[in-house]
């Protein structure tokens, strides 16, 4: 079992950043990939970003160069600092373990981009 815990989320301007936190715990040694995904009102959730646990990250091409994924394995954590953000990023954002047959998520934390 996998647990997974997001914060970070808020209320931001747009041009503004937020760090956004997954803290892991349980049998995170089978964990292969890390992501984090969104889901606006009405639209289906999407990819945001992914890191494997060897370090290999991927973004969609609306964050690609304004959010960047890491992780922190001495705190089992993986962060996404999102930069330059924009009303279109406003969404639950959720994190997501990949342990090979099966995924676990959080329970998502809110981010709203407005002025």
């Known amino acids: 079992q996998v647990q997974l815990v997001e914060s970070g989320g808020g209320l931001v301007q747009p041009g503004g950043s937020l760090r956004l936190s997954c803290a892991a715990s349980g049998t995170i040694f089978s964990i292969r990939t890390t992501g984090w995904y969104r889901q606006a009102p009405g639209r289906e959730r999407e990819l945001v970003a992914t890191?494997?646990?060897?370090?290999?990250?991927n973004y969609a091409d609306s964050v690609k160069g304004r959010f960047t994924i890491s992780n922190d394995n001495a705190k089992n954590t993986v962060y996404l600092q999102m930069n330059s953000l924009k009303p279109e990023d406003t969404a639950v954002y959720y994190c997501?373990?990949?342990?090979?047959?099966?995924?676990?998520w959080g329970q998502g934390t809110q981010v709203t981009v407005w002025s």
């Open positions: 997501r373990a990949d342990v090979g047959w099966r995924d676990y």
């Open positions: 890191i494997t646990s060897g370090g290999t990250t």
